[in-house]
């Protein structure tokens, strides 16, 4: 919470960021119904007309989420697939990095939109779109390393309903025994094994 710095008082409205943080916030820790005007405002210690300097009403705000969510997780989901990788394995080892802490790729972020959408049906369009743009994704890494398009399609799902499967249990792992079932991951997602050098150069960045 930032310090109450009322704008009758100091002229400070606040920022973009600031109230999109506050939101972001809000529906992870509470829920959709949690995002509302007032209760932003007092989470941030500023007057609620401060809002309206940054959004035009809480409509705004809530699509300025998805939008974050958008660039944020699928963005990063993306971007992995399409690192540069010497092999498959290495492909698949960029990928699966992004769900861990620091890859980018928010957890919890993803969680609460998947739990907005089971209330509105334009937010589960939007998620269906995040989805298949995901899905896509890793189609494409598949299909670099040669895979034929069924393989690759299989392959692809196997890797992102697990991941998703991870989220919506909301599995608690440490990060030693999430790093030692990889190589089985890779294995079982890409049909080989990672090398040795490749699982070094993988959990180097993690530790």
């Known amino acids: 919470m930032t310090d109450a710095r009322d704008i009758t008082e100091t002229g400070w409205r606040g920022s973009r960021e600031g109230w999109l943080d506050a939101a972001k916030s809000a529906l992870i820790e509470s829920g959709i119904g949690a995002v509302k005007i007032q209760p932003l405002a007092e989470r941030i210690g500023l007057s609620r007309t401060s809002f309206y300097w940054f959004f035009k009403d809480r409509a705004a705000v809530l699509d300025a989420l998805l939008e974050d ?37 928010e957890a919890r972020f993803d969680f609460a939109i998947r739990g907005w959408a089971h209330q509105s049906d334009a937010v589960r369009a939007r998620v269906a779109q995040a989805d298949e743009t995901r899905l896509a994704a890793i189609r494409a890494l598949f299909a670099r390393y040669g895979y034929d398009g069924d393989e690759a399609d299989v392959r692809a799902r196997t890797i992102y309903l697990v991941q998703i499967g991870y989220i919506s249990m909301q599995v608690e792992e440490d990060l030693e025994t999430r790093l030692a079932r990889f190589p089985h991951y890779v294995q079982t997602y890409t049909g080989q094994p990672p090398t040795a050098n490749e699982m070094a150069r993988f959990t180097a960045r993690f530790r």
């Open 69 to 105: 969510w958008e660039a944020t997780n699928t963005g990063a989901l993306v971007s992995a697939c399409d690192a540069y990788a010497e092999t498959v394995q290495e492909a698949v080892l960029n990928l699966i990095a992004v769900f861990l802490d620091g890859g980018g790729f």
